[in-house]
Every structure is written in structure tokens, then in C-alpha cells.
């Protein structure tokens, strides 16, 4: 069965850079969704897109920025990163109101 | 955030035994809760999902109990085998019929020793 996937798995930027982030539903999914994850910390949510609008906010810092294209795929914009952005970045999709299906998530490291 | 918290960061049970995992929410409103399995480096995992107008669901190997007077929500695993080695977390929806927006708790380390 097709699963939600990221791209890319592994990201090296340097501080104050700009990095982007691709999440692609399972198939007919119409809610997408980041989580950001540190090392040995639970999943924190950052934000979530239902049918191509934004429908939830959370923890997500205003240099990140994420929208959802008419194809349901989503991107993750973070801007002037810092070394404390370092962690796994996962997408999650889901139909409606329903259990979420984590991708296997990006490792974005800040050096 | 609400907090979803459990009880213990850490469970070693030998192979074939039992396993429970504890989880405790704070907010009396959640309504939708699922348990989650992550392996290093990978996503979380769809494990068993309840919803408040029930305090038992089973799934293979798997049953989730709800209980909505302590706020309190717990995952067994029958004959525990090493391949269950994992993180395991709760996560909790404050009002699956407006939004869906999942908070995790702190996640609990279980090692199963062969």
C-alpha cells in the first residue's frame, strides 16, 4: 500500500540558510500535517492543511512557513536556520478526521 | 499544547511476556486517542486507535483501555516479542469533530530481552 513520503531523508544546511521539505500523501488523503521531533522528545506538532487551507496552527516558529498545492503535496519552508531546528521532520496525512500515517521523516541537521 | 504524559520512559519485559504501557491526559475533553509504535530513525507507526465513547478496544496482540475518570489510557501487548522493541506513544485529539490536531506525550522505551 502506498505510504506517505518525504524528500528528501537527509538534509545538511548551515546556520541563517533556507531549507524546503516535501511531504506527498497517501493517495485521497486530504489533510496534511508537520511534526517536528528533537532528539529523545515526543513529536511536537507545527501545522496542519485540510483540503489546501491551513486548519490548525501549533508550535510552528514564524520563519517556517508551509503550504498545501492543489496535487495535496506539501512543503515545509524554514527560513534563517538554527542549529536548535536541527530534528526529524515528519509529515503525516490523513482522510478527514482519522488516524494519521506518519512518513519516515527528514533528518535536517543545522550545523 | 495539552500535556499527555506517561507514566514511565523506560520498560524491559522478557520475551513472551506482557507488556502495559501507561499513559495519563490532562484535558477531560479529549475525545480520540491513538498509540503510536516508532522504531529508531523511522515514523511513527499506527498502532490501535479508541474513541471516549468506549473503554476497550482490541486489536492483534494488542488492547487499549480508556479510562475517562482518571483520564487515563493504557496499552497491553500480549506475548511480547522482540520485534515490539520500540518507542511507544500516546496521542491524544482534544475535538476529533472539529479539528485534528494530535498531542504526543513523552514517549516509553520498551526493550524486550530475548
Known amino acids: 500500500a502506498a505510504g506517505v513520503i518525504q524528500s528528501p531523508r537527509h538534509l545538511i544546511k548551515e546556520k541563517r540558510e533556507t531549507a524546503t521539505l516535501k511531504c506527498y500523501p497517501i493517495?485521497?488523503?486530504?489533510?496534511v500535517y508537520w511534526y517536528q521531533q528533537g532528539p529523545g522528545q515526543d513529536p511536537q506538532f507545527l501545522i496542519s492543511?485540510?483540503?489546501?487551507?491551513?486548519?490548525d496552527k501549533g508550535s510552528i516558529p514564524d520563519r517556517f512557513s508551509a503550504q498545501q498545492f492543489s496535487d495535496y503535496h506539501s512543503e515545509l519552508n524554514m527560513s534563517s536556520l538554527e542549529l536548535g531546528d536541527s530534528a526529524l521532520y515528519f509529515c503525516?496525512?490523513?482522510?478527514?478526521?482519522?488516524?494519521?500515517?506518519f512518513g519516515s521523516g527528514t533528518q535536517l541537521s543545522v550545523l | 499544547g495539552e500535556s499527555v504524559g506517561l507514566h514511565l520512559p523506560t520498560l524491559s519485559v522478557q520475551e513472551g511476556d506482557n507488556s502495559i504501557i501507561n499513559c495519563a491526559y490532562s484535558?477531560?475533553?479529549?475525545?480520540?486517542f491513538i498509540w503510536y509504535k516508532q522504531e529508531s530513525g523511522k515514523g511513527p507507526q499506527f498502532i490501535i486507535d479508541?474513541?471516549?465513547?468506549?473503554d476497550k478496544r482490541q486489536g492483534q496482540r494488542v488492547t487499549v483501555l480508556l479510562n475517562k475518570t482518571v483520564k487515563h489510557l493504557s496499552l497491553q501487548i500480549a506475548a511480547t516479542q522482540p520485534g515490539d522493541s520500540a518507542v511507544y506513544f500516546c496521542?491524544?485529539?482534544?475535538?476529533?469533530?472539529?479539528?485534528?490536531?494530535?498531542?504526543f506525550g513523552t514517549g516509553t522505551s520498551l526493550t524486550v530481552i530475548p
Open positions: 503525516a496525512s490523513s482522510e478527514g478526521v482519522g488516524k494519521l500515517f
Open positions: 493517495p485521497r488523503h486530504d489533510t
Open positions: 492543511f485540510y483540503e489546501k487551507m491551513q486548519s
Open positions: 484535558n477531560s475533553a479529549s475525545d480520540y
Open positions: 479508541i474513541r471516549s465513547n468506549m
Open positions: 496521542a491524544e485529539n482534544l475535538d476529533s469533530y472539529t479539528g485534528n490536531q494530535f498531542y
